[in-house]
């Protein structure tokens, strides 16, 4: 049972146009929520995090956007750059417990 | 340094031997994770320590595998026999774990490439 699901395995996106990956949950005890980046030969690396009392949390071009009641987020990246081209992993936790991760979205942005 | 280290970064062993894989997490992180990502594939959970607690180990493929945590620090993932199947990229996480929803960020180490020959 997949408690975290990132159904689209890719997107492509022209640079400077906005890149909105989906994430959907199943548990809704989950109180914390991020995203990851990972590159290639690269350990993921952490992006953005927004806490169920949160619906939007922002930093800089990225922001995260939670809908409790749909259990659903997104990430939104604006204006999309061809260094933002990677695989992104939303992950979910219980009180700083075990952190599920979704599939992954791989995100390419053209020039 | 501060981040979770893995060693070695690359391990090209012959189908059927054991191999041992090393992960130190960053200093005071209670949990620590181990995961794999095959060729063209998601991030595949294998085990799961929190503090003194007994590890979740649902993810482990098969009784090859096994992984413990000395100390509450270092941790060993074991491959016994291995397969080519095995061969896969194997990156360990550490959090500060359990007690607040923003101990949940996990860092990420760079991975050991594992090819099996």
């Known amino acids: 049972d997949q408690q975290v699901k990132q159904n689209s395995p890719s997107l492509s996106v022209q640079e400077g146009r906005i890149s909105i990956l989906n994430c959907d949950y199943t548990?809704?005890?989950?109180?914390?929520f991020l995203w990851y980046k990972k590159y290639p030969a690269e350990g993921p690396t952490f992006l953005i995090s927004?806490?169920?009392?949160?619906d939007k949390n922002e930093d800089g071009r990225f922001t995260v956007f939670l809908n409790k009641s749909a259990k659903h987020l997104s990430l939104h990246i604006v204006p999309s750059q061809p260094g933002d081209s990677a695989v992104y992993f939303c992950?979910?936790?219980?009180?700083?417990?075990?952190?599920?991760f979704g599939a992954g979205t791989i995100l390419r942005v053209k020039s | 340094g501060a981040g979770v280290s893995q060693s070695p970064s690359n391990k090209v062993t012959e189908k059927g031997k054991d191999v041992e894989l090393r992960c130190d997490p960053i200093?005071?992180?209670?949990?620590l994770y181990w995961y794999r990502q095959s060729l063209g594939q998601g991030l595949e959970f294998l085990i799961y320590?929190?503090?003194?607690?007994?590890?979740?180990k649902s993810g482990l493929p098969s009784d090859r595998f096994s992984a413990e945590r000395t100390g509450g620090s270092v941790s060993t993932l074991t491959i016994q026999r291995t397969q080519q199947e095995d061969s896969a990229v194997y990156l360990c996480?550490?959090?500060?774990?359990?007690?607040?929803?923003?101990?949940?960020?996990?860092?990420f180490g760079q991975g050991t490439r594992l090819t099996v020959v």
């Open positions: 996480a550490s959090s500060l774990g359990l007690g607040s929803s923003g101990n949940a960020e996990a860092f």
């Open positions: 548990n809704s005890m989950f109180d914390y």
């Open positions: 927004i806490s169920s009392i949160k």
């Open positions: 992950a979910a936790s219980e009180y700083g417990n075990k952190l599920v």
């Open positions: 200093s005071g992180h209670t949990a």
């Open positions: 320590f929190q503090g003194n607690s007994a590890p979740d």
